[in-house]
């Protein structure tokens, strides 16, 4: 091992979501001593918090969807100086595919837990991943400023976890710092009070081992992370695993299935500076570097020596376990708003998404006009309809449908751990309704006063749909989090919605007259002055069937007064429906369709005659074959 390789950590940063994981690493940066003031804000982009989070929806959001690394220079307590590669991971299991491929960059993982909650469903989800490269953990309890603040208990709970998830002695034996990353405290011991987060790096410096890499040998270099840019295009970017790269250097592309590339030249090499890069001549064993010049580079590939060329393992990625149908928007208000609307323009930036996208599946539709897009969950394909609608894309997407896996001859489809934190008074209602779609309670127990934490074992299917529903007897104050468990053979009906939706039968702009009409009738997603085509959706129905209404109705004008002219009306409030609320919420039958400012629901067949007629058919059908 070289002496430089041993003066360098690479710690990945792990928590579940809302943890504080992203205002720890901020802090981290702030009291690294690597930054004039102002600095920071200036190379953010005028952030004064959330650093690391750049992407407009990671702040909209506050959760960390893409990976990103940063670099510090430590001097230690021991007179060495450290140069630690800070690696923030997302805390979502439908980012997972960003998750697996950054933990490969890394020697040790920086578990962070809130000091109230514990470990959570995404903590265990990130921190297996974590064990399965080798990862041990350094234990930072987080929001120890909290009132409700249990730390005992939270570090016996990750106890337990690890020695769930078959963890070695020496990761049970780990580290721990208690913190507050909002008031940039830390200390190893919770009756002497911490002023900064040096006990942090001092524990990153000692717990977390240096890469165990050799600098002479030939060279290898991992890439785990595409970035992108319109001057020189493909930017690599990876670990060093062995030997030592340089500016202009000769190298081999293994790509992923094996296949060796004919030898080409790199262009620039670059070192990770702070939250920037900046140009180097070489970077040895155990480093991160960001290579341009490697056309045709992808994720997974091997930068080899030329002369003795040896692939690394490749990155593995689970399987998706959703999966939507993207197709144009033909609806009558079709083209208004977006920019990109042909079939040609959204299968090229689906195409772009695959090249750094490594959990995404694309597939052709039924038609040259739709394609089927898989990937970890609602929130993941979600995350990249909302980026596509900014960029200026409008397109229609169909029901999310759970992908079925044929194990030794039958079916099986997934089936997650499901933890609601609610209070305790809404646990009636919530059994009542995870019940209702089989789902099986594992475990009740209270969390903190007032609240009970529920476990519960229930389909992927099962799920969709849920949330809103749950929040709704809740009065919103329930906390749903879930994660992939297994694969259990295929039973029982889909759960469908129970309720009917009120179809518009005209095109025209909504009335406050026929909004009072029909507030009787159900719950309405329009206000008076929207337009709306016929075909669309407009509000569910109290009962189960669908009713065609006319919400375009204007009030019929007379010589005779009213009796109650002057008084007046109070109209409800709409529901109104984000992206993943809608598509957990339509049936086969029905589409999102999806513009750069508008999110409407709608029949994916708009005229009622033709939609009866496909209801007598599919029912035929259904007859036939019984």
Not at 212 to 223: C, E, F, K, S
Not at 343 to 355: C, H, W
Request: aromatic share 4%; with cysteine.
């Amino acid at each position: 091992m070289s002496n430089q390789s041993s003066d360098i950590r690479n710690v990945a940063i792990i928590a579940h979501v809302d943890h504080g994981k992203t205002s720890l690493v901020d802090q981290l940066l702030k009291q690294s001593g690597n930054f004039r003031a102002g600095e920071l804000d200036k190379l953010a982009g005028g952030q004064h918090d959330l650093i690391m989070d750049s992407n407009p929806l990671e702040r909209e959001r506050g959760i960390t969807i893409l990976s990103k690394n940063c670099a510090v220079v430590y001097h230690a307590e021991d007179g060495r100086e450290y140069r630690i590669n800070l690696i923030d991971t997302p805390g979502h299991a439908d980012f997972g595919g960003e998750v697996e491929r950054v933990l490969r960059l890394a020697d040790g993982c920086l578990l962070l837990v809130d000091a109230f909650e514990g470990p959570m469903p995404q903590t265990k989800f990130v921190l297996t991943k974590a064990l399965e490269c080798g990862l041990e953990p350094l234990v930072v309890v987080n929001k120890c400023d909290r009132p409700d603040a249990r730390p005992d208990a939270v570090i016996d709970e990750v106890f337990d976890l690890l020695v769930d998830l078959g963890a070695d002695d020496h990761a049970l034996d780990f580290e721990t710092v208690y913190c507050s990353a909002r008031d940039g405290w830390a200390t190893p011991d919770l009756d002497e009070p911490g002023t900064d987060l040096r006990p942090v790096f001092e524990k990153i410096v000692k717990s977390v081992p240096a890469p165990d890499a050799d600098a002479d040998a030939p060279l290898q270099v991992l890439v785990t992370t595409l970035d992108y840019s319109d001057f020189v295009g493909r930017i690599a970017i990876g670990r060093v695993f062995r030997g030592t790269i340089r500016r202009g250097q000769r190298i081999t592309l293994i790509k992923r299935d094996g296949t060796k590339m004919p030898p080409i030249k790199i262009g620039r090499l670059l070192r990770f500076s702070g939250l920037g890069r900046v140009d180097t001549d070489e970077i040895s064993a155990g480093d991160l570097c960001a290579i341009e010049g490697i056309e045709g580079v992808d994720i997974g590939d091997t930068v080899a020596d030329t002369e003795q060329p040896e692939a690394l393992p490749t990155v593995n990625v689970d399987e998706p376990t959703l999966s939507m149908t993207f197709r144009i928007n033909d609806s009558p208000f079709g083209g208004r708003e977006g920019d990109y609307v042909t079939s040609r323009q959204i299968r090229d930036r689906l195409d772009k998404e695959l090249e750094r996208n490594v959990a995404l599946r694309v597939e052709q539709g039924d038609s040259g006009e739709e394609f089927v897009v898989s990937g970890r969950g609602i929130l993941h394909l979600g995350i990249l309809l909302e980026t596509m609608r900014r960029e200026g894309f409008e397109l229609s997407i169909g029901r999310p449908r759970v992908i079925l896996h044929e194990i030794d001859g039958k079916l099986h489809e997934p089936v997650e751990t499901l933890v609601v934190d609610c209070p305790e008074s809404a646990v009636g209602p919530v059994m009542e309704l995870v019940g209702g779609r089989r789902g099986e309670l594992k475990k009740m127990e209270p969390r903190g006063p007032g609240v009970s934490h529920l476990v519960f074992e229930i389909t992927s299917r099962a799920l969709i749909g849920l949330r809103g529903r749950v929040l709704t007897a809740t009065q919103g104050e329930a906390i749903m989090h879930h994660r992939f468990d297994r694969f259990a053979p295929l039973g029982g009906d889909r759960i469908g919605r129970t309720n009917g939706v009120l179809i518009a039968t005209e095109t025209g702009q909504v009335t406050s007259y026929s909004v009072e009409t029909l507030a009787e009738r159900g719950v309405l997603f329009v206000k008076p002055g929207d337009k709306v085509y016929a075909g669309q959706i407009v509000g569910e129905h109290n009962r189960d069937n669908d009713l065609p209404v006319n919400i375009c109705r204007q009030k019929q004008l007379t010589n005779i007064r009213s009796a109650n002219k002057e008084a007046t009306v109070t109209l409800k409030a709409p529901r109104e429906m984000g992206l993943e609320q809608a598509l957990e919420y339509i049936e086969e039958d029905e589409v999102v369709e999806l513009t750069p400012s508008t999110v409407r629901l709608r029949k994916r067949i708009l005229d009622e005659g033709q939609r009866k007629r496909a209801d007598r058919q599919s029912k035929d059908k259904a007859k036939a074959g019984a």
